[in-house]
């Protein structure tokens, strides 16, 4: 077993009632890396991000974590074991403050979660842990502010800080640059290469300028299947990745 793979698919398929999402995926996600899924639309990338943290159950194949097999774990087992996707916990509660939010993602890490129907005030020993967090992601500066009040790309920084709370050894983000301006991006992009210093990330991502910056891998998928991979220096050449998704980014990249 190469112990630097962190997650791995054999064969990862997905049919939904004839039609086939996903096809004979397999994918190796190397330890302590930036690994990037990109490919137009309906290309299988969230089908793929769906089956990893076990939204939906492959029709075959294998997914591997640590070398264990995962395939037929259930999504709190899933995030137990390290792995976490953005949106799973980043719901963030409008009418809560930039602190609460975080400190009621840090309940669930450190067990607190049957304290959760108490004020959140009462939780002040989380205070010290959940401003290093939002010291690190640069939002110390607005912990009074309630979540709602947020500016778009710093809502997005505080969902991706939320999801930091549950130190994951494995980060999937979904979209995470999504109707984001210029600015936005280059923040949120300037984040994800930080945070990735002491964890995996899985990304999906339309952004090529964002996947060229800071992915050491790039997974290119078309029709549910692996089209290309390597390091963007080499699949942005590729003909066929630039025949099926590259010609319409040309402009971005």
């Not at 087992?77 to 840090?106: D, W």
Request: net charge negative.
């Amino acid at each position: 077993m190469d112990t630097n793979i962190i997650l791995e698919t054999q064969g990862l398929t997905k049919e939904f009632r004839g039609f086939v999402a996903v096809r004979n995926v397999n994918l190796r996600v190397r330890r302590g890396t930036i690994h990037a899924l990109i490919g137009p639309n309906g290309a299988g990338k969230t089908t793929v991000f769906n089956l990893l943290t076990k939204f939906h159950i492959p029709t075959a194949g294998q997914i591997l974590f640590n070398g264990s097999d995962i395939t037929a774990e259930k999504p709190a087992q899933i995030a137990r074991r390290g792995i976490v996707r953005s949106f799973q916990i980043s719901a963030v509660f409008p009418q809560m403050t930039v602190l609460e939010n975080v400190k009621v993602a840090l309940q669930r890490k450190l067990g607190l979660d049957h304290r959760f129907w108490q004020p959140v005030s009462t939780l002040r020993t989380l205070d010290p842990v959940a401003m290093d967090l939002l010291e690190q992601v640069g939002l110390d500066d607005a912990i009074h502010l309630l979540a709602a009040d947020l500016p778009y790309g710093r809502k997005r920084t505080l969902e991706i800080a939320t999801t930091l709370a549950l130190d994951p050894e494995l980060l999937l983000l979904d979209e995470p640059t999504q109707g984001m301006g210029h600015e936005d991006v280059d923040r949120i992009k300037d984040l994800i290469k930080k945070v990735s210093a002491q964890r995996t990330v899985l990304m999906v991502e339309h952004n090529m300028k964002v996947v060229a910056d800071i992915c050491d891998t790039i997974t290119v998928l078309q029709r549910g299947e692996v089209l290309a991979e390597g390091p963007y220096a080499s699949v942005s050449v590729n003909p066929a990745v630039r025949e099926a998704y590259m010609g319409t980014e040309e402009e971005h990249v």
